[in-house]
């Protein structure tokens, strides 16, 4: 019970970014764009956004496979994991 507990209390402080989002009261449709339809309004959400790194790294932590976090769409969310993941094995700049 307190292990679960706690780890509600970690999921919610993990969370608490999301208070100071940019796209608070924003259609959610707009960062779920059909696929090949533009993101560019969704990305103008984002920038200047202030917890704009905190986003894009929850939803790399989390696997987020849809939609624009951070400012990025999947295809970007994913050169970056690539980038990590070689970086991690130590091959800089493939
Ligand atoms: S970066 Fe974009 S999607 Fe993420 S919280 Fe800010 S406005 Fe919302």
């Not at 969370?15 to 990305?43: H, I, M, Y």
């Not at 994913?78 to 130590?90: F, W």
């Amino acid at each position: 019970m307190r292990e679960m507990m706690i780890q509600l209390r970690v999921e919610a402080e993990d969370r608490r970014w999301q208070e100071r989002a940019n796209c608070l009261g924003v259609d959610p449709d707009l960062f779920f764009p059909e696929r090949g339809a533009s993101t560019r309004e969704a990305k103008a959400v984002c920038h200047g956004c202030e917890v704009q790194a905190e986003c894009l790294e929850y939803a790399l932590a989390h696997g987020e496979k849809f939609g624009i976090w951070g400012g990025m769409s999947e295809r970007e969310r994913r050169r970056i994991r690539r980038q990590r993941a070689l970086a991690r094995r130590g091959i800089v700049g493939a």
